[in-house]
């Protein structure tokens, strides 16, 4: 047990946690006291999204691009022939917490090209644009949930992708040997990003939902754009 919670172990559980703390008080100071339960963990699930994105993923990136150790380029990355990079080959405190969690998947202790890849989108993508949706809850902007869901999709496929390779090759990079690895590397916190983007698209499917039926209240009508024409169309599909 003592070998599973080491300083780095605690360091990292306690980094993630902060971040969740920071969310939600920022939560505090930018939302009234009157906004829904619903839509204040909305904004703190995308707030403590775009800080995760910014400072652990966002990390791992400057480890993949700065950080190396001569020998031969297992893949080629950066057409460094003779350049080895990656979270394993560093000594500070992020090159540590990335070589801890590389203890579950080996892939994040070096320079996966699948990984940078997702990430590269995750940090310079993913997050302003968890901050944009931020933004919108905070200004009472209704266009937030067409946002939402795109990066919902895009959290879900992100998430499918990265794993998907390793299930397909009998998963050579995962070590599920213990409680520590498994249910808490792997399944918990790659599982948050299943679990609140699916939450999140339903949450955004029901707002959407009535705000279309309201739109179309009374009328009984939708409106069809064709070359720049409005035509009006029954719900029974007769055009007028």
């Known amino acids: 047990m003592t070998d599973i919670f080491e300083p780095t172990t605690v360091f990292s559980l306690l980094a993630a946690l902060a971040v969740l703390v920071a969310a939600y008080s920022l939560s505090l100071q930018f939302l009234p006291k009157s906004t829904p339960g619903k839509l204040r963990l909305i904004y703190i699930w995308h707030l403590f999204d775009a800080l995760i994105h910014f400072t652990f993923e966002g990390s791992f990136l400057y480890n993949c691009f700065f950080v190396?150790?001569?020998?031969?380029?297992?893949?080629?990355?950066?057409?460094?022939?003779?350049?080895?990079?990656?979270?394993?080959?560093?000594?500070?405190?992020?090159?540590?917490?990335?070589?801890?969690?590389?203890?579950?998947?080996?892939?994040?202790?070096?320079?996966?090209?699948?990984?940078?890849?997702l990430e590269l989108l995750t940090v310079f993508v993913a997050g302003p644009l968890a901050l944009w949706i931020c933004e919108c809850i905070r200004k009472h902007d209704r266009q937030g949930w067409f946002w939402m869901t795109i990066l919902a999709s895009c959290e879900l496929y992100g998430g499918f992708m990265t794993f998907c390779p390793e299930w397909l090759t009998g998963s050579p990079n995962l070590d599920t040997s213990n409680f520590m690895y498994l249910w808490v590397y792997l399944v918990f916190f790659n599982t948050l990003w299943?679990?609140?983007?699916?939450?999140?698209?339903y949450e955004a499917y029901q707002n959407i939902s009535v705000a279309f039926e309201a739109a179309?209240?009374?009328?009984?009508?939708?409106?069809?754009?064709d070359g720049g024409k409005s035509t009006r169309r029954s719900k029974r599909g007769k055009a007028e």
Do not use: C, M
Not at 78 to 93: E, K, T, V
Not at 194 to 201: A, C, E, G, Q
């Open 194 to 201: 299943v679990w609140f983007p699916i939450y999140v698209l």
């Open 216 to 225: 179309g209240s009374g009328s009984g009508f939708i409106v069809e754009r």
């Open 68 to 117: 190396y150790t001569t020998g031969k380029n297992p893949n080629g990355f950066l057409n460094q022939p003779s350049r080895i990079y990656g979270p394993a080959h560093g000594s500070s405190p992020t090159a540590k917490l990335w070589q801890e969690y590389a203890k579950a998947d080996a892939r994040w202790g070096e320079a996966d090209l699948t990984v940078i890849s």
